[in-house]
């Protein structure tokens, strides 16, 4: 019977404090997979040996050759290696049956550890090759959390992430170094203040949030703490051109079928003035919104809508999607309010990029569009808003229809 990849996870200790039946098992492979450190853990392994790069599929495939070949290999990783490591990355390309895992504690386990800190309700994230902005979002809306990070996204680019996102300079938190070494080193401090010390490559990131400010939802900027905003204002409240502007009631609408939650991502294509993603974002400050518009026109009318009703949680651009968005975070909640012959394309974006359980919603104004959309989303639900407003003629009131828009909403999964 061949025998499974076995995966081992390492400590700083190295291979000190293995078992010897483990160590001989790793010497004795046929084939060792590691990292530069891992790999000189075992200088006396003679067989193949093969460093981890950024590239996992190489990997996987050299894996399944010494699978079919009946060969013995190893695998190298840190920790536990189905913890943001190089076991859950192969499970992707490898059955379950074809791994052998055994773990060593976790870099968070012993972050918290040194830190003598409880973790169970602790978000445990990763900063290694991912956008920051899933990082800001899963901090958000915890009382803690625990971040590893990489020569690229240190502690100090993630306080300043942290602190654009609203969270307090006086946040406390800390950087675990070297964790399990002879060198390891915990620095307390605050998110302010960071950027005031240099710190080792490999590290762990803790920031603890106010409690008042997790309960009651609540941003800062510029000083002022901001509370979650009930959305509804006017059509006149915004800078537009010719009208082009959701208005209120179909915004109202169309901003309940999204159902923004506390840390969601949602994008809004075809922005225009901001009317939706404005009061998005205000209306569910710990949530984080991208706006984009190609028009630059409309730009300035968003710049200046920004303006009158701030939203720190609010990150806009000038750009032709689905080219210009390709590197933003994937949404739990996409809008679609204009797409100038794209819609096809953008509606099979949201489809793919979409959270499981994310929603879907479409402003519609043509048949055209609306068969095509359906076409594309058969189970999607579709209502049609026809709105008439009461306009005083003489002494009496009449009622003026607004033009009729269909709403499309749609969740992945559903």
Same mark, same amino acid.
């Given at each position: 019977?061949?025998?499974?990849?076995?995966?081992?996870?390492?400590?700083?200790?190295?291979?000190?404090?293995?078992?010897?039946?483990?160590?001989? +098992?790793?010497?004795?492979?046929?084939?060792?997979?590691?990292?530069?450190?891992?790999?000189?853990?075992?200088?006396?392994?003679?067989?193949?040996?093969?460093?981890?790069?950024?590239?996992?599929?190489?990997?996987?495939?050299?894996?399944?050759?010494?699978?079919?070949?009946?060969?013995?290999?190893?695998?190298?990783?840190?920790?536990?290696? /189905?913890?943001?490591?190089?076991?859950?990355?192969?499970?992707?390309?490898?059955?379950?049956?074809?791994?052998?895992?055994?773990?060593?504690?976790?870099?968070?386990?012993?972050?918290?550890?040194?830190?003598?800190?409880?973790?169970?309700?602790?978000?445990?994230?990763?900063?290694?090759?991912?956008?920051?902005?899933?990082?800001?979002?899963?901090?958000?809306?915890?009382?803690?959390?625990?971040?590893?990070?990489?020569?690229?996204?240190?502690?100090?680019?993630?306080?300043?992430?942290?602190?654009?996102?609203?969270?307090?300079?006086?946040?406390?938190?800390?950087?675990?170094?070297?964790?399990?070494?002879?060198?390891?080193?915990?620095?307390?401090?605050?998110?302010?203040?960071?950027?005031?010390?240099?710190?080792?490559?490999?590290?762990?990131?803790?920031?603890?949030?106010?409690?008042?400010?997790?309960?009651?939802?609540?941003?800062?900027?510029?000083?002022?703490?901001?509370?979650?905003?009930?959305?509804?204002?006017?059509?006149?409240?915004?800078?537009?051109?010719?009208?082009?502007?959701?208005?209120?009631?179909?915004?109202?609408?169309?901003?309940?079928?999204?159902?923004?939650?506390?840390?969601?991502?949602?994008?809004?294509?075809?922005?225009?003035?901001?009317?939706?993603?404005?009061?998005?974002?205000?209306?569910?400050?710990?949530?984080?919104?991208?706006?984009?518009?190609?028009?630059?026109?409309?730009?300035?009318? /968003?710049?200046?809508?920004?303006? +009158?009703?701030?939203?720190?949680? /609010?990150?806009?651009?000038?750009?032709?999607?689905?080219?210009?968005?390709?590197?933003?975070?994937?949404?739990?909640?996409?809008?679609?309010?204009?797409?100038?012959?794209? /819609?096809?394309?953008?509606?099979?974006?949201?489809?793919?990029?979409? +959270?499981?359980?994310? +929603?879907?919603?479409?402003?519609?104004?043509?048949?055209?569009?609306?068969?095509?959309?359906?076409?594309?989303?058969?189970?999607?639900?579709?209502?049609?808003?026809?709105?008439?407003?009461?306009?005083?003629?003489?002494?009496?009131?009449?009622?003026?229809?607004?033009?009729?828009?269909?709403?499309?909403?749609?969740?992945?999964?559903?």
């Amino acid at each position: 019977m061949t025998q499974p990849i076995l995966i081992v996870g390492l400590s700083a200790a190295g291979a000190n404090g293995l078992p010897s039946a483990l160590v001989e +098992r790793i010497v004795s492979a046929d084939l060792l997979v590691g990292g530069q450190r891992q790999l000189g853990y075992f200088p006396e392994f003679a067989g193949e040996t093969m460093p981890v790069t950024t590239e996992v599929e190489p990997i996987a495939a050299r894996l399944q050759q010494t699978l079919n070949a009946g060969e013995r290999a190893v695998v190298l990783a840190s920790g536990d290696p /189905l913890c943001y490591g190089l076991g859950a990355s192969l499970r992707r390309y490898l059955p379950a049956e074809a791994l052998e895992i055994i773990p060593a504690p976790t870099a968070f386990q012993l972050a918290f550890a040194a830190l003598v800190e409880p973790w169970a309700e602790a978000a445990l994230l990763s900063a290694h090759a991912r956008p920051l902005d899933d990082v800001v979002a899963g901090v958000l809306d915890v009382p803690k959390a625990a971040i590893l990070t990489d020569s690229h996204h240190t502690p100090g680019l993630i306080a300043q992430t942290l602190l654009q996102a609203g969270l307090s300079p006086q946040s406390a938190c800390a950087i675990c170094e070297n964790l399990g070494g002879s060198d390891q080193r915990i620095v307390r401090t605050t998110l302010g203040e960071v950027d005031r010390e240099r710190y080792a490559a490999l590290n762990v990131f803790v920031v603890w949030r106010d409690q008042t400010e997790t309960n009651s939802s609540v941003q800062s900027v510029a000083g002022q703490r901001l509370a979650p905003v009930p959305p509804g204002l006017p059509v006149e409240a915004f800078s537009t051109s010719a009208g082009q502007i959701t208005k209120r009631e179909v915004r109202l609408l169309s901003l309940a079928e999204l159902a923004l939650r506390p840390g969601d991502v949602m994008w809004d294509i075809g922005a225009g003035s901001g009317s939706i993603s404005i009061e998005a974002a205000r209306a569910q400050p710990l949530a984080i919104v991208y706006a984009i518009d190609k028009r630059a026109g409309m730009i300035v009318h /968003l710049a200046e809508n920004v303006r +009158r009703f701030p939203a720190p949680n /609010l990150k806009w651009f000038e750009g032709l999607a689905p080219d210009a968005i390709a590197d933003w975070p994937a949404p739990d909640a996409v809008f679609i309010g204009g797409s100038s012959g794209r /819609l096809g394309t953008l509606i099979e974006l949201a489809r793919q990029r979409l +959270r499981p359980d994310g +929603r879907l919603v479409i402003n519609l104004a043509t048949l055209e569009n609306l068969h095509l959309a359906r076409s594309q989303l058969p189970e999607a639900q579709i209502i049609q808003v026809q709105i008439s407003r009461g306009i005083p003629i003489m002494d009496m009131l009449r009622f003026e229809a607004q033009n009729p828009v269909f709403i499309l909403s749609w969740q992945k999964g559903a």
